[in-house]
């Protein structure tokens, strides 16, 4: 048989903000996530879902970092792509950014069938933050999108099912402790993308999982699915069921139709098949599809208030059509998260690929009963689940040419417990500089104190190694990262207890004195914590080295949180002090424009801030559902808010 599927390594170049250095500080304080209820709200759910919905949540980043660093200046970048290709569908991934695919076109056509941003412009919606819109995501860890929106993955070549080439993406998720993979493969003459994805547990306790593939399409669709009902979730942060296809007397499965960004989780009944399209005027679009495993479908519209048109706009350049999302899951809801049982693991396959359909408008149980008719003669669902099984033998196949490196914490994981992980192997190879000091307390017990003067690492607080710190030898360092694993336990008084030893002999104490300031803040002490917030800023302009990226971040980092700590208290002469200290291409940047803004409010200087509104700034950093901007607005000017800063995605009422 003539195998005409190929791999090659591919160059794209893009309009794009660089990512820039991590937030140096540990992620200490709860979670601001949107994507949450009330408890009273899960009285009239489903028995299941309202368990799944209280099961684990996620209420720390750690041990992940912030990604605040990027900007919005985009210059031409060369972007790393691997594209695999048949005679049908070309796909481009993006291993260094989540393993994204980033297009996929069908080649008779010439149709993409994805909404392809032509930007890569990193934003604020990642549990981590940075994001960027466009194409199909791999969602795993927890409600919302992955830390590794924007950070590499591994990736090799693998034998397929049909006897040829495979593209394997997998990685370390640090939220669970979690290995995952990602194959993606084209069989000969397939019009439809298959991807068999698998997540283990290696661990001797369940583990909360999570996973969610989200495909950005062009807004101008009818999305269609099996369901007659679907579970309503807005940013005014409330859950119920409503019916499909209208809604309030709107039909809802046309994304312009909706005012105001909202999700949809579609109630496909048991037995039905699993899949979700979007489809034009002429029945033309993409359709995804999956075994069982991938029980949920959802759409995600921005709504054409100013609000969702204002983001889509951030979040690409001028010019560039609307979007809206179709994706699938684990559970009904991206709220929940399901069970996976101690050492064993969960598969499913994917298949995306182009459905030419009857015109999807009219009546809706007759246009989706069309839809699935035509989807069943291009891809019986038996086929499905034929190539599953077939996948199946070949998940633990040994990757063969490496195409990329993901990150060294999963070797540092798989150093520790000597798991074997078939398939996906993390060599020491690509164990790395941060993985250097905990390798080392692996390997000694003891904790190495740094060769020079430099904003700590990042912190490891799974119980494991908070055991191994626990009995380290009690070095300043080794204090101040057991007592973010023992925060990070549920343990604060511990935490504050083992930073408050550190301090006495620590030669730099900025780092300790920054998380006895967030234990004051949490605990309600917010005038201590401003005196700390003060302290240490001032250690760490007097320790910082130079101007280099590392320096920058923790002066950018800490100086925010101590500016805001301080206006909390209103001790506005003491902000600004701390404001006339950052460097100058820091004050800069729009998050310190919009401080100023508050700065300049709390010392009584209202024309002073609504200038710096005329002048205009960009928050890079701006949170999804963040309104911050407009509550400033409103304490600097009467008047509506201008266009340029209206980034609510809530209706006036909520």
């Known amino acids: ?227 007659d009902e679907a579970w309503y979730f807005g940013y005014e942060r409330h859950l119920h069921r409503v019916p499909v296809p209208a809604h309030d007397r709107i039909d809802r499965t046309y994304p312009l139709n909706s005012t105001y960004p909202a999700d949809y989780f579609y109630e496909v009944p048991d037995g039905r098949r699993r899949w979700i399209a979007a489809l034009d005027d002429s029945g033309q679009g993409l359709v995804q599809t999956s075994t069982d495993v991938l029980r949920g479908r959802k759409l995600f519209v921005w709504g054409t208030g100013p609000g969702g048109r204002r983001w889509q706009e951030w979040l690409t350049e001028p010019g560039t059509g609307g979007y809206c999302e179709i994706q699938a899951g684990l559970a009904r809801t991206q709220l929940e998260h399901v069970r996976l049982e101690a050492e064993s693991e969960v598969s499913w396959l994917e298949m995306y690929g182009p459905l030419t359909a009857p015109p999807p408008q009219g009546e809706w149980h007759g246009v989706v009963r069309r839809t699935e008719a035509r989807l069943e003669s291009a891809l019986p669902r038996a086929g499905v689940e034929a190539a599953y099984e077939a996948w199946k033998a070949c998940a633990d196949a040994e990757p063969g040419e490496i195409l990329a490196a993901g990150s060294g914490w999963g070797a540092l994981e798989v150093l520790r417990a000597g798991w074997k992980l078939p398939g996906t192997p993390f060599p020491e190879s690509t164990l790395g500089e941060a993985q250097a000091p905990w390798r080392e307390l692996l390997r000694s017990g003891s904790f190495p104190e740094p060769r020079r003067v430099r904003p700590p690492g990042e912190t490891l607080v799974a119980p494991h190694w908070r055991d191994m710190l626990e009995t380290a030898p009690a070095t300043p360092l080794t204090e101040y990262h057991l007592g973010v694993a023992q925060w990070h336990a549920g343990d604060r008084a511990q935490a504050v207890r083992s930073w408050e030893r550190a301090l006495g002999l620590a030669p730099s104490i900025w780092p300790l004195l920054r998380c006895l300031a967030v234990a004051d803040q949490e605990a309600g002490h917010h005038e201590r914590a401003a005196d700390r917030y003060a302290e240490a800023f001032d250690d760490l302009c007097q320790e910082r080295r130079d101007q280099g990226e590392q320096w920058t971040a923790a002066t950018a980092a800490l100086g925010r949180e101590a500016i805001e700590a301080m206006l909390r208290v209103r001790r506005p002469a003491q902000a600004r002090a701390v404001w006339e200290r950052l460097h100058a291409p820091i004050r800069e940047r729009g998050r310190f424009r919009l401080i100023e803004a508050e700065l300049l409010l709390a010392e009584g200087r209202r024309e002073d801030a609504r200038a710096l509104f005329d002048a205009g700034f960009e928050v890079a950093d701006l949170r999804e559902g963040d309104e911050r901007i407009s509550r400033v607005w409103e304490r600097a000017d009467d008047g509506e808010l201008p266009e340029r800063y209206e980034f609510r995605m809530r209706p006036p009422s909520a």
């Not at 980033?102 to 010439?110: I, W």
């Open 1 to 227: 048989m003539v195998i005409v599927t190929t791999i090659r390594r591919e160059v794209l170049t893009l309009p794009a903000a660089p990512l820039g250095p991590d937030n140096p500080l540990p992620p200490l304080r709860p979670l601001d996530e949107v994507h949450r209820i009330e408890d009273r709200d899960k009285l009239d759910l489903p028995r299941d879902m309202a368990r799944q919905l209280g099961h684990a949540p996620l209420h720390s980043l750690l041990p992940v970092r912030v990604r605040d660093g990027y900007g919005r200046a985009r210059a031409p970048h060369r972007i790393d792509a691997l594209v695999l290709e048949n005679e049908r569908l070309r796909v481009t991934v993006l291993p260094g950014l989540g393993g994204r695919v980033a297009s996929l076109v069908h080649k008779p056509t010439g149709r993409e069938l994805l909404y392809r941003n032509p930007v890569f412009q990193p934003a604020n919606f990642a549990l981590n933050g940075a994001w960027f819109s466009g194409g199909i995501e791999w969602n795993i860890g927890a409600t919302g999108h992955t830390t590794l929106s924007c950070s590499p993955l591994h990736a090799a070549r693998v034998p397929a099912p049909d006897g040829g080439e495979m593209l394997r993406l997998w990685e370390w998720e640090r939220l669970r402790d979690l290995p995952f993979q990602v194959d993606l493969w084209l069989p000969e003459g397939s019009d439809f993308l298959h991807v068999g994805v698998r997540i283990r547990n290696p661990h001797e306790t369940p583990v909360p999982t999570y996973w969610w593939s989200n495909i950005a399409v062009p807004e101008e669709r009818r999305v269609l699915a099996p369901a």
